[in-house]
């Protein structure tokens, strides 16, 4: 065999495969599969292999293939390596009968760890023909604002896709919530508590009982009735679980279950003035709701669980099954509320959907695909371990999902014009997407003036054969450019590069692209982007992915994607 032409076939077919740079090892295999005597060689092939890859990996993936497309395009041929799209069975789940929550509470915008947990619940209830309930948890009403919680059901009905069978907000159940309180102090479970906030602390610190919880149960329920008909001040006391103060689960220690907020609520106003803490209101809900199975990030921890776990008990309520999966978040992202918010107010990004936060918002402005989102849970959904994955495994998720699905347009940053002697007139007809002509041509009537980017003229070389995409073949003599011809053929081979390009007419669309570090790179593209609608997500050639961000002025504005 003809090593020399080997090596570059599987260099191209690797580096294309991989969005412009080949491994080498996966190329070593390649060759042993063909012919398993190289084995002695390795040393020299290696050498081979990584100057070929030094060479072609300057190339653009889209010059790479039509390389490899002249020379094995056999090769070319999309590797069909469907990911097995399955999560893992779930302990004790019965088809039709699963039923999950997504519990975001409406005091932030949702970002990417939000959506891989939503997702969770939310795949699983359809793995399992089940139901998924969006029970928003508003029961602090100085956290929570009508602003975060349509936000929130936005980006998860309108972004994420998820169909929840069910939408209660908790505040809604509030009256059943309270009963469920009565309920409790009437039992002697619970006791109201008038010790000072640091004095509980210090409590339940060293695991002393205070002196409230000896009280006798009607001065508990004629206290609850007070601190529920508004007769003392917020902080003045609050109803706190009979737990074991000697556990050693601090969280086991008589936790608060309700305070008094005089704080409007915004979708209540100021109907109740006692609110349930966390921990009550979700063991409460999962269970008035039926839930069957909660996901819950390690972080959570056990701890939790067995106060969650008394609170049923003490009903005589069913539980759930938990499963555990861990953090995830993006290397070197922001995801804090409280530091986004700084952000803002130090202008330091434009808003909770500035491109540079994985804010569900920002994913979304930015182009980042729902799919991709999908994806990703099947990637790294379930596992234990905190999961830090880098932007790049994210946007190369997402290249391969818009690769096929988005258009391509040509769009230049640094216009330049250069006169090509010679050229004829020509009607070019370029398919907006090279592997799908059906969905139509872009037609550019060309003379013999081109905008080009200015970085490829300089490229040129005196002499050699230029190809400017799907038009004509020119070269370069003595400053001048010379009209060769128009046949790819004839260029085919020459390992010279293929540049995009536009014609030089009046039509053409004033282009601005918002990059993640926040800079602006303007330039012109081809009419057809006129014809964009905001959302719409295109392939800029020989740029990289963006998304149609707002129209001002007849300037296009894009938000880049990735490459
Ligand atoms: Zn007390």
Redesign the pocket.
């Known amino acids: 065999m003809d090593i020399d032409k080997e090596i570059e076939k599987f260099v191209l077919q690797n580096s294309i495969k991989f969005n412009g740079k080949a491994n080498p090892g996966a190329v070593i295999g390649k060759l042993m599969s063909v012919d398993p005597n190289i084995k002695s060689q390795l040393k020299e092939l290696s050498l081979k292999i990584n100057k070929k890859i030094a060479e072609i990996s300057k190339l653009s993936v889209e010059e790479q293939t039509s390389i490899l497309e002249n020379l094995a395009p056999e090769l070319l041929k999309k590797e069909k390596k469907e990911h097995k799209k399955e999560l893992p069975d779930l302990k004790g789940a019965e088809f039709g009968k699963v039923v999950t929550r997504l519990p975001p509470e409406p005091s932030k915008y949702l970002h990417i760890g939000h959506a891989l947990s939503f997702l969770i619940n939310y795949m699983y209830a359809k793995k399992y023909d089940g139901w998924c309930i969006l029970k928003p948890e508003d029961t602090n009403p100085d956290k929570c604002s009508k602003e975060f919680a349509d936000a929130i059901e936005d980006d998860i009905k309108n972004y994420l896709g998820i169909e929840t069978s069910e939408t209660v907000y908790i505040s809604d159940e509030m009256d059943y919530m309270i009963e469920k309180a009565d309920k409790l102090v009437h039992k002697g479970h619970a006791y109201v508590?008038?010790?000072k906030r640091e004095d509980?602390q210090e409590f339940r610190h060293s695991g002393k009982v205070?002196?409230?919880?000896s009280r006798p149960s009607e001065t508990h329920l004629t206290e609850w009735k007070n601190m529920k008909d508004r007769k003392y001040e917020a902080s003045h006391c609050s109803l706190r679980l009979k737990g074991d103060m000697e556990s050693t689960n601090h969280v086991m220690r008589d936790p608060v279950l309700w305070r008094i907020n005089y704080t409007p609520h915004f979708r209540h106003g100021d109907k109740y003035c006692v609110w349930p803490m966390y921990d009550f209101e979700n063991s409460v809900m999962d269970c008035k709701y039926g839930v069957t199975h909660i996901f819950r990030s390690s972080e959570f921890g056990e701890m939790r669980n067995e106060l969650q776990n008394y609170i049923k008990d003490l009903f005589g309520w069913p539980k759930q099954v938990i499963t555990h999966y861990a953090r995830f978040s993006i290397t070197g992202s922001i995801t804090s509320g409280r530091e986004i918010r700084k952000l803002i107010e130090e202008k330091k990004v434009s808003g909770w959907d500035d491109p540079s936060l994985v804010t569900l918002q920002a994913l979304k402005r930015r182009g980042i695909v729902k799919e991709a989102l999908y994806d990703l849970v099947y990637q790294v959904g379930l596992t234990l371990s905190n999961t830090n994955i880098d932007w790049t495994v994210l946007s190369s998720i997402n290249r391969q999902i818009l690769d096929s699905k988005v258009n391509r347009y040509f769009f230049i940053t640094e216009a330049k014009k250069i006169k090509i002697k010679n050229s004829p007139e020509l009607v070019s007809e370029l398919n907006l997407h090279p592997d799908f002509p059906e969905r139509g041509q872009r037609e550019f009537k060309t003379g013999s003036e081109f905008y080009l980017e200015k970085k490829d003229i300089e490229s040129f070389k005196e002499n050699s054969l230029n190809r400017l995409m799907d038009c004509i073949n020119f070269r370069k003599r003595n400053n001048q450019y010379l009209f060769d011809s128009v046949e790819y053929e004839k260029f085919k081979g020459t390992g010279e590069i293929i540049v995009h390009w536009l014609p030089v007419s009046e039509d053409l669309t004033k282009v601005e692209v918002l990059m993640p570090d926040s800079s602006i790179i303007s330039g012109i593209a081809e009419s057809g982007v006129k014809n964009l609608k905001i959302g719409d997500i295109v392939q800029f050639t020989r740029f990289g992915f963006c998304r149609l961000d707002a129209v001002a002025d007849n300037k296009f504005c894009f938000v880049f994607t990735h490459k």
């Open positions: 508590c008038f010790c509980m205070c002196s409230c919880r």
